[in-house]
């Protein structure tokens, strides 16, 4: 039986499909964001300029299975997790033993003869294999785990995601005497001492510190599997074989340091996410219903709990000011370098840290769904995604370890039976070769950059949905953007106010009275016009017989006399748009304003522009675009005067205005090019399909939008669009590790390849070839979580 993944569409640089043997797919009908109020972003990406192979093509592909074309539906989250069908169970086991892909392929060979398992999804970062299997074959599943000397855990149902744990303890004294004994065992060699001394000493340290490695490898074998533990196994065997004590010794004490060494590295990219989740408080002051604050567990809390924060406190849970004001440090999940204001109706998110003042705030989510607990969440998901690289990496290792095995077969029989090689030097060459063979470097180098890397955008505020939006932003070459709320603040501010033809002696002001009038209209225009004069102090008039006139502007009464408050179309209807009026009017609008004017039915008394302002940093993000080899184009349903003036303030290289939803659709699609890939900025449910059909989606101000964080591709927790630029130059920056990683790992093997083949490797040479290469790999890996490619 061989056990289908999800169904993989290899080539699709949104991601969907986007891992080998534990990604994930998504069916177009299955998720509909229509009625999402945020800035939701349907998934089913039609991504038909991609070229993407057939299913089953790709399937196929993957770490050397024929994965059936059987369709598994996955959550809206974009995440690697598998869905039960009808019949079918999904289970989650924590396997603390699984730590590469050599265990992913004995677990898969495994499961392959166990009965009712339908579909498996591994997530070696983390340690967890999800399976979907028939009822009943839980326990069937489990022992065959355990028959591979592994300890599988169930995970609950919905359990919040935890950083996998570190490696157990390890007796060191144990690896230290192991190492005692080698040394004295190669003194003893070369000192010319007995041959028995020399080979009890080196059998001591090979039972010292070998027996988990033979059991290991005697495993794989039994398995039909050649993983390191078998290969070194055999290599040490085959050196005692051909009296060779002490290096075999040397060899296997060696080898368990490195493992030690490199699984410690492996556990601080596992765990990078950690220091987030450390971020949140164990303890909140929870009021009472009598009124009393007690301290209680943080976990306790539930929504409607209200919670007071002391000055230099971490905020416990996602909630509401009910009470009270202070600054807050957002940086742990908005990445703002800055603290923010906060007062009452203000939101708070959990892990975020109080300044100077003291607040009482209500729990709107409970410990395991505040916007903390889902950015853990997501950035979890989307370490169990492959990205491109790391597809390519799991196909070459597929055909490369068979190939080196079978050449160590050919250099140990063929040298001695054509040409008369003393066996003995053959075989010492052929198992130096398998013990290089291990392609661990070259498969741990991808999944270690692309976490770590993951995990850098999260500390910055970017939440980026999976290491193929990782990989592919480095490739962007056009992004749309949307005006209101992403460009500007969203928001309409009074721009201009003057007196036009006022009497010099009039009782009260023409501004006073156009404010009082726009006080009592419920336009966004009106409501600017009236916020303005009430932040200036002013107050405001009474209107008395206040009548609203459709789609012109307002009309009502201040000391007895009669004005009216509106636009263009208004003041021809009264008879008082004079040609200066209207030049006027023009030159505002081409400024991308919005003007009215206030009369009293004989003469225009005052004249007031509205303006959706741009935010202060978006200049600076587009220039940092265009830096970076970006194009902009800016969509919006505003006019195509606003537009324009708006691209032109920001630098905006193209601008299309009175765009519909379907329009914005049209323009992304006229970017698309298959060498080339097109982002989408925006923030509304008018946005989503321009969102969806673009190749990386990026949604502003997620933080504590829960459709945000779990729709889009790349979230950007703040509204800062300088964002954009960080995140893509961690994109080149974690191009850069991938390509240095796959060099010093295919490097450093070719070298000793080259040098066993030639006789000049030694066992031990091997192996520094071997982990030496995975420890470097890791450790490079491991620098973009020190890098800090911001864009301002």
């Given at each position: 039986?061989?056990?289908?993944?999800?169904?993989?569409?290899?080539?699709?640089?949104?991601?969907?499909?986007?891992?080998?043997?534990?990604?994930?797919?998504?069916?177009?009908?299955?998720?509909?964001?229509?009625?999402?109020?945020?800035?939701?972003?349907?998934?089913?990406?039609?991504?038909?300029?991609?070229?993407?192979?057939?299913?089953?093509?790709?399937?196929?592909?993957?770490?050397?299975?024929?994965?059936?074309?059987?369709?598994?539906?996955?959550?809206?989250?974009?995440?690697?997790?598998?869905?039960?069908?009808?019949?079918?169970?999904?289970?989650?086991?924590?396997?603390?033993?699984?730590?590469?892909?050599?265990?992913?392929?004995?677990?898969?060979?495994?499961?392959?003869?166990?009965?009712?398992?339908?579909?498996?999804?591994?997530?070696?970062?983390?340690?967890?294999?999800?399976?979907?299997?028939?009822?009943?074959?839980?326990?069937?599943?489990?022992?065959?785990?355990?028959?591979?000397?592994?300890?599988?855990?169930?995970?609950?149902?919905?359990?919040?995601?935890?950083?996998?744990?570190?490696?157990?303890?390890?007796?060191?004294?144990?690896?230290?005497?192991?190492?005692?004994?080698?040394?004295?065992?190669?003194?003893?060699?070369?000192?010319?001492?007995p041959l028995a001394l020399t080979a009890?000493?080196?059998?001591?340290?090979?039972?010292?510190?070998?027996?988990?490695?033979?059991?290991?490898?005697?495993?794989?074998?039994?398995?039909?599997?050649?993983?390191?533990?078998?290969?070194?196994?055999?290599?040490v065997t085959g050196a005692v074989l051909?009296?060779?004590?002490?290096?075999?010794?040397?060899?296997?004490?060696?080898?368990?340091?490195?493992?030690?060494?490199?699984?410690?590295?492996?556990?601080?990219?596992?765990?990078?996410?950690?220091?987030?989740?450390?971020?949140?408080?164990?303890?909140?002051?929870?009021?009472?219903?009598?009124?009393?604050?007690?301290?209680?567990?943080?976990?306790?809390?539930?929504?409607?709990?209200?919670?007071?924060?002391?000055?230099?406190?971490?905020?416990?849970?996602?909630?509401?000011?009910?009470?009270?004001?202070?600054?807050?440090?957002?940086?742990?999940?908005?990445?703002?370098?800055?603290?923010?204001?906060?007062?009452?109706?203000?939101?708070?998110?959990?892990?975020?840290?109080?300044?100077?003042?003291?607040?009482?705030?209500?729990?709107?989510?409970?410990?395991?769904?505040?916007?903390?607990?889902?950015?853990?969440?997501?950035?979890?998901?989307?370490?169990?995604?492959?990205?491109?690289?790391?597809?390519?990496?799991?196909?070459?290792?597929?055909?490369?370890?068979?190939?080196?095995?079978?050449?160590?077969?050919?250099?140990?029989?063929?040298?001695?039976?054509?040409?008369?090689?003393?066996?003995?030097?053959?075989?010492?060459?052929?198992?130096?070769?398998?013990?290089?063979?291990?392609?661990?470097?070259?498969?741990?180098?991808?999944?270690?950059?692309?976490?770590?890397?993951?995990?850098?955008?999260?500390?910055?505020?970017?939440?980026?949905?999976?290491?193929?939006?990782?990989?592919?932003?480095?490739?962007?070459?056009?992004?749309?953007?949307?005006?209101?709320?992403?460009?500007?603040?969203?928001?309409?501010?009074?721009?201009?106010?003057?007196?036009?033809?006022?009497?010099?002696?009039?009782?009260?002001?023409?501004?006073?009275?156009?404010?009082?009038?726009?006080?009592?209209?419920?336009?966004?225009?009106?409501?600017?016009?009236?916020?303005?004069?009430?932040?200036?102090?002013?107050?405001?008039?009474?209107?008395?017989?206040?009548?609203?006139?459709?789609?012109?502007?307002?009309?009502?009464?201040?000391?007895?006399?009669?004005?009216?408050?509106?636009?263009?179309?208004?003041?021809?209807?009264?008879?008082?748009?004079?040609?200066?009026?209207?030049?006027?009017?023009?030159?505002?609008?081409?400024?991308?304003?919005?003007?009215?004017?206030?009369?009293?039915?004989?003469?225009?008394?005052?004249?007031?522009?509205?303006?959706?302002?741009?935010?202060?940093?978006?200049?600076?993000?587009?220039?940092?675009?265009?830096?970076?080899?970006?194009?902009?184009?800016?969509?919006?349903?505003?006019?195509?005067?606003?537009?324009?003036?708006?691209?032109?303030?920001?630098?905006?290289d193209e601008a299309r205005g009175d765009?519909?939803?379907?329009?914005?659709?049209?323009?992304?699609?006229?970017?698309?090019?298959?060498?080339?890939?097109?982002?989408?900025?925006?923030?509304?449910?008018?946005?989503?399909?321009?969102?969806?059909?673009?190749?990386?989606?990026?949604?502003?101000?997620?933080?504590?939008?829960?459709?945000?964080?779990?729709?889009?591709?790349?979230?950007?927790?703040?509204?800062?669009?300088?964002?954009?630029?960080?995140?893509?130059?961690?994109?080149?920056?974690?191009?850069?590790?991938?390509?240095?990683?796959?060099?010093?790992?295919?490097?450093?093997?070719?070298?000793?390849?080259?040098?066993?083949?030639?006789?000049?490797?030694?066992?031990?040479?091997?192996?520094?070839?071997?982990?030496?290469?995975?420890?470097?790999?890791?450790?490079?890996?491991?620098?973009?979580?020190?890098?800090?490619?911001?864009?301002?």
């Amino acid at each position: 039986m061989s056990l289908p993944t999800v169904k993989q569409h290899e080539n699709l640089p949104s991601g969907h499909g986007d891992s080998c043997c534990g990604g994930h797919a998504h069916d177009p009908k299955e998720h509909d964001h229509s009625e999402h109020a945020g800035p939701a972003h349907e998934h089913g990406h039609d991504h038909s300029h991609d070229h993407a192979p057939a299913p089953a093509q790709a399937a196929a592909a993957c770490c050397g299975h024929d994965h059936a074309a059987q369709d598994f539906r996955l959550s809206g989250a974009g995440a690697a997790t598998l869905a039960a069908g009808p019949g079918q169970v999904l289970a989650r086991l924590r396997i603390g033993q699984m730590d590469c892909p050599t265990e992913e392929t004995l677990i898969r060979k495994k499961l392959d003869g166990v009965d009712g398992v339908h579909a498996l999804d591994f997530n070696l970062m983390q340690r967890v294999l999800t399976v979907v299997h028939a009822e009943g074959a839980l326990d069937r599943i489990i022992a065959a785990i355990k028959s591979l000397d592994m300890t599988p855990e169930p995970l609950a149902d919905g359990a919040p995601g935890t950083p996998a744990p570190a490696a157990k303890a390890v007796n060191w004294w144990l690896i230290g005497g192991a190492g005692v004994l080698a040394a004295l065992s190669e003194i003893s060699h070369f000192t010319g001492g007995p041959l028995a001394l020399t080979a009890a000493l080196a059998a001591a340290a090979i039972l010292a510190c070998g027996v988990s490695t033979y059991r290991k490898g005697w495993i794989a074998v039994r398995n039909g599997n050649l993983n390191i533990n078998a290969l070194m196994s055999i290599a040490v065997t085959g050196a005692v074989l051909i009296g060779q004590w002490p290096e075999a010794a040397m060899v296997m004490f060696l080898f368990n340091v490195a493992e030690l060494i490199e699984a410690r590295s492996l556990d601080r990219a596992r765990n990078a996410i950690r220091g987030l989740l450390d971020l949140a408080p164990e303890t909140a002051t929870l009021r009472q219903a009598d009124g009393n604050w007690i301290d209680v567990p943080a976990a306790s809390l539930q929504p409607g709990d209200i919670v007071r924060v002391r000055p230099g406190e971490r905020i416990a849970a996602d909630g509401i000011i009910v009470s009270g004001s202070s600054a807050v440090d957002q940086s742990p999940i908005t990445g703002e370098s800055l603290p923010v204001e906060k007062a009452q109706d203000d939101p708070v998110f959990a892990a975020t840290v109080n300044a100077a003042g003291s607040f009482e705030y209500r729990v709107t989510a409970a410990a395991g769904n505040t916007t903390l607990a889902r950015i853990i969440h997501a950035v979890e998901q989307a370490q169990g995604a492959r990205a491109p690289t790391q597809r390519f990496i799991d196909r070459f290792s597929r055909i490369y370890t068979p190939a080196v095995v079978g050449v160590a077969l050919l250099v140990a029989v063929v040298p001695p039976l054509l040409w008369g090689q003393p066996w003995f030097d053959a075989i010492y060459r052929a198992l130096a070769l398998l013990i290089i063979a291990c392609p661990c470097a070259l498969v741990i180098s991808t999944p270690v950059s692309i976490v770590s890397g993951l995990t850098a955008a999260s500390r910055r505020g970017i939440l980026v949905k999976g290491g193929v939006y990782l990989e592919e932003g480095r490739n962007l070459k056009w992004l749309a953007l949307d005006k209101t709320g992403t460009l500007t603040h969203g928001k309409p501010v009074q721009t201009d106010l003057q007196d036009w033809d006022a009497p010099e002696q009039a009782r009260q002001p023409a501004a006073l009275i156009a404010a009082s009038l726009a006080a009592r209209s419920d336009h966004p225009v009106s409501l600017a016009v009236a916020n303005a004069a009430r932040e200036a102090g002013h107050a405001l008039l009474e209107v008395q017989a206040f009548t609203a006139l459709p789609g012109r502007g307002v009309s009502g009464q201040v000391d007895g006399v009669t004005y009216q408050l509106g636009n263009r179309r208004l003041m021809r209807e009264l008879g008082v748009a004079s040609d200066r009026l209207e030049a006027r009017l023009d030159e505002l609008e081409r400024q991308g304003k919005s003007a009215i004017a206030l009369t009293d039915g004989s003469r225009v008394l005052a004249l007031a522009a509205v303006a959706d302002t741009v935010k202060p940093t978006s200049a600076a993000a587009i220039a940092d675009l265009h830096a970076l080899g970006v194009r902009t184009l800016m969509l919006t349903g505003d006019n195509t005067p606003t537009a324009q003036s708006i691209a032109r303030q920001v630098g905006i290289d193209e601008a299309r205005g009175d765009q519909l939803p379907e329009d914005k659709l049209a323009a992304i699609e006229s970017k698309l090019a298959p060498d080339a890939r097109v982002g989408m900025v925006g923030d509304g449910i008018n946005d989503a399909p321009a969102l969806a059909r673009a190749d990386i989606g990026f949604a502003m101000g997620a933080a504590g939008t829960g459709t945000a964080i779990e729709t889009a591709d790349v979230a950007l927790m703040d509204d800062d669009l300088r964002k954009i630029g960080t995140f893509l130059r961690l994109s080149h920056a974690t191009h850069r590790v991938l390509i240095q990683n796959i060099v010093l790992a295919l490097g450093i093997k070719a070298v000793f390849l080259a040098l066993a083949m030639t006789g000049n490797a030694t066992l031990w040479m091997a192996v520094f070839a071997d982990v030496g290469a995975s420890l470097l790999v890791v450790a490079n890996g491991l620098r973009l979580l020190r890098a800090a490619p911001a864009s301002h």
